[in-house]
């Protein structure tokens, strides 16, 4: 990679500046969200660890049995909350779905390497409590934005035997990784995120999925065609790094900046909503692949 300049990784990382309304699709989410909340059939606030933090929402499936689809927020490791992003839920539970959307502690108020290991417990909750809300723990698939999906890469290789003995080795059964980071290392070099993320050489060889053994279950890798430069490279390093067998997907969808390609996933027609419902086995999906 050639050498570039602090003001360069700010431009091309700092997606609230390069996307002009990105405030208003934000408070959009939060609205919408809020009314998704209003009006589901949904758990809020479920705990499953001690922290303040470590909380979950849970949107039931219709049916029992059902795949379980947790979804893992963004904000670079540092902002937003699982009660900004309900409003995907709906777009999966209509369809078959169950959904958990976790919370996790932000930087700078724990370090980046206290928030994996949060999620691991998140995630050893849902495996085992799905049933009771009509989910298949055995039918596990894991969605990220952005930091979230790093996070999910990250937990897509997790030795869940080491987390707790009843947990399956196989625990996870899918990830989508929606303009994900792989990568850290050029995270350490854009100043107004390293002021909070405080990375090292050390931190960002033990956190960046690219550096990590390719895991058992398929992740598909998409980024918006209209996000910047770095985000789409970010996308091609996860298959480049793991190989097209354990990241079988790997595509820029078309007309998405780093945000509206949320509403690509909550959209029954969206490219990455298909893909997810690909990933969680609903028997009617578009056969787009």
């Known amino acids: 990679m050639p050498r570039r300049s602090p003001a360069w990784f700010d431009a091309q990382y700092n997606n609230r500046a390069r996307v002009p309304n990105s405030a208003v699709l934000l408070e959009r989410w939060t609205r919408a ?7 589901s059939d949904c758990t809020l606030d479920l705990a499953y660890g001690d922290a303040a933090a470590e909380r979950l929402d849970v949107f ?20 937003l909350d699982k009660s900004d992003l309900s409003f995907l839920a709906s777009a999966f539970t209509d369809e078959g779905a169950m959904v958990v959307i976790p919370n996790y502690s932000l930087c700078p108020d724990v370090g980046m390497e206290r928030i ?19 989910g298949d723990p055995n039918r596990i698939v ?8 790093h996070l999910a890469s990250m937990l897509s290789c997790c030795d869940w035997k080491k987390v707790g003995a009843d947990l399956p080795r196989h625990l996870v059964k899918g990830v989508i990784s929606i303009s994900g980071l792989h990568d850290l290392a050029p995270i350490r070099k854009t100043p107004f995120l390293q002021t909070d993320l405080q990375l090292d050489a050390d931190s960002v060889r033990r956190l960046s999925p690219v550096n990590f053994p390719a895991p058992d279950a398929p992740l598909y890798a ?47 027609d969206g490219r990455s ?11 009617w999906y578009s056969a787009l692949l």
């Not at 969200?33 to 009006?39: A, C, D, F, K, P």
């Not at 994996?116 to 009509?134: D, K, N, S, Y």
């Open 60 to 79: 039931p499936a219709v049916a029992p049995q059902a795949p379980v689809l947790v979804f893992i927020h963004g904000g670079y490791w540092r902002a």
């Open 142 to 149: 894991l969605a990220g934005h952005s930091a979230g999906g």
């Open 273 to 283: 909503h298909q893909l997810t419902r690909h990933l969680l086995d609903l028997r």
């Open 116 to 134: 994996p290991l949060q999620l691991t417990q998140a995630l050893a909750w849902v495996w085992r409590h799905a049933a009771e809300h009509g």
């Open 33 to 39: 969200s809020q009314l998704v909340r209003e009006h």
């Open 222 to 268: 998409v980024v918006g065609a209209e996000e910047s430069e770095e985000l789409r490279r970010q996308n091609r390093l996860i298959r480049q790094a793991w190989g097209r067998r354990a990241v079988p997907i790997c595509e820029e969808i078309p007309g998405c900046n780093h945000f509206d390609i949320l509403h690509n996933l909550a959209d029954p």
